[in-house]
């Protein structure tokens, strides 16, 4: 389990609509599907139903906007994540949790609204808390509540029996920005800050360092500047300026503070350009893990190449459609604009013409504008997108080279296709990023099909068990699956897969 509060970074000086609403409507229905699977409000009386959510909010806002004082956001946002191997948590435990959670925070005397999310592998909880207290209407703005969170998260997995989880990596977690976190996460290769930490902080060492001019000449090597930014110093690419990380994000001994004492006051190093002819070993973005010579980061780098000529192919297909109508344009007017002038007419009348033909022509101009404004917004998209979404997208129809690369070992009781040919799904409604797809069905079950595998997430019980075998029955059909399991699970799983027809394989899996 995880506990911790998100941050909010408005886009622009002002939000463009209120906090807790926004927050909210993103927790019930994200961007336009129902993803609520249970929802609590704390401390709103009488409000405790789905229904009440509209209401919820108008309450919340009624209190924040009696606070007038408060200039910083009035909502906290806390996210629990459970683990993907975790059961599915009862009604009177979810309260638990999140109370729990609320308390630790500081916020129990507060109103707060929570909502369950299952539409991924691992089910996870959104509360939404008002820091303003709702009889003082004073803000509270939670102070280390991180240590708390983890300190709550190892005494609820103990007590609900849930999966451990190791918070010994919290120190290198914390090496790194929340945004390298987020860029690894999201798009599954190294960020600039993860290479610089394994590339540059482990591999140099300061002590053999003799100053600031040795420092920028061993940076250089490497297609990296250090310089001064804020009230500290970061490392930026010397031919990517919008790549950078703090300099102390690699470790205590290269902060500021700990290098000017070493080699004493900061010197400017080459500039730019001059790094970028030195460069040997810079940056490139790599698969997180292991590199395997399967072909697959091949054929990404070949789709993002052939994503960029096609894209820059369209740009001066449209670059030389604008200026061939914008010619045309000027053509038109100019050949009226002579014809006028030719006309053997009193000049009283010459110039009304032209008057009539200057309105004509500034009309033309703005429909030419919107017209070349259509052309620029409509684009065919041919980007394979992230490295982790080109992946999904190749599990999806069945590349086994994809498969291997996103399916962890099965640890819950599995049926597995017998059959070794490329299997596709047959959803894209609630696909992860890791290419597969979760089953929320009745009673709590949560199934995760990917390729040819349905593997039951949680608890074995008999329903649960009933519910694997009828979904391995409807995309199986009759035939030969593996089982996949304890022994004594094996053997409740054979009972009901032979009831139903499926027939079993005689190799039989852990």
């Keep these: 389990m995880i506990i ?3 941050t909010w970074k408005p886009k622009g000086e002002r939000p463009t609509r209120p906090r807790f609403r926004g927050l909210v409507q993103y927790m019930l229905r994200g961007k336009g599907a129902e993803r609520c699977t249970w929802f609590m409000a704390g401390n709103l009386e009488g409000l405790d139903r789905r229904e009440d959510a509209e209401t919820a909010i108008k309450v919340v806002e009624a ?3 009696r606070n007038t004082r408060a200039k910083r956001d009035k909502t906290y946002h806390l996210v629990i994540s459970l683990h993907p191997d975790d059961r599915s948590l009862s009604e009177q435990e979810l309260e638990r949790v999140v109370r729990r959670a609320v308390e630790a925070a500081g ?5 707060y609204i929570a909502v369950r999310h299952s539409d991924q592998e691992h089910e996870h909880l959104h509360v939404a808390v008002s820091k303003i207290h709702p009889k003082t209407l004073k803000i509270h703005h939670p102070w280390k509540d991180i240590e708390r969170f983890k300190a709550l998260a190892s005494e609820l997995e103990q007590g609900l029996g849930l999966h451990r989880v190791d918070r010994s990596k919290d120190k290198e977690r914390a090496g790194r920005s929340y945004a390298s976190r987020q860029f690894e996460a999201t798009r599954g290769v190294q960020s600039f800050a993860g290479w610089a930490r394994s590339h540059i902080a482990e591999r140099m060492d300061l002590e053999g360092v003799s100053g600031w001019n040795d420092l920028h000449a061993r940076l250089a090597v490497r297609g990296v500047r250090v310089v001064k930014r804020g009230n500290g110093l970061a490392l930026v690419d010397a031919t990517r300026g919008d790549l950078a990380c703090k300099a102390s994000s690699l470790g205590r001994h290269w902060s500021k503070q700990r290098l000017c004492e070493r080699f004493g006051d900061f010197v400017s190093g080459p500039a730019a350009e001059h790094v970028a002819t030195m460069s040997r070993e810079a940056y490139r973005p790599e698969p997180l893990g292991p590199l395997r010579d399967d072909g697959l980061w091949r054929e990404y780098q070949d789709a993002l190449a052939a994503a960029r000529i096609h894209r820059n192919e369209l740009r001066e297909a449209v670059s030389s459609k604008i200026e061939a109508a914008r010619a045309a344009h000027g053509q038109r007017f100019k050949v009226r604009h002579h014809a006028i002038a030719a006309m053997p007419i009193p000049g009283r009348d010459r110039r009304g013409l032209h008057k009539t033909l200057a309105f004509e022509r500034k009309v033309a101009e703005r429909r ?9 917004t409509v684009s065919v998209n041919t980007h394979p997108g992230s490295w982790k979404q080109f992946l999904a997208a190749r599990a999806a129809h069945g590349d086994q080279r994809a498969l291997r690369r996103l399916n962890r070992q099965f640890q819950g009781p599995a049926i597995k296709r017998g059959e070794n040919r490329p299997q596709a799904l047959f959803s894209h409604a609630l696909r992860t990023s890791r290419g597969s797809i979760v089953h929320n069905l009745q009673g709590g079950t949560r199934l995760r099909e990917s390729g040819g595998s349905i593997e039951l997430l949680g608890d074995p019980g008999e329903a649960a068990l009933e519910q694997l075998v009828r979904v391995a029955k409807e995309r199986f059909g ?3 699956v593996t089982l996949l399991g304890p022994r004594d699970v094996q053997d409740r799983l054979m009972e009901m897969a032979a ?12």
């Design 4 to 6: 911790e509060p998100k």
């Design 63 to 65: 209190y924040q906007r």
């Design 107 to 111: 916020l129990e005397e507060h109103q």
């Design 368 to 376: 030419l504008r919107a017209t070349i404004k259509g052309w620029r």
């Design 478 to 480: 009759t035939k030969r």
């Design 499 to 510: 009831e139903r027809g499926l027939e079993i394989a005689q190799e039989r899996q852990r």
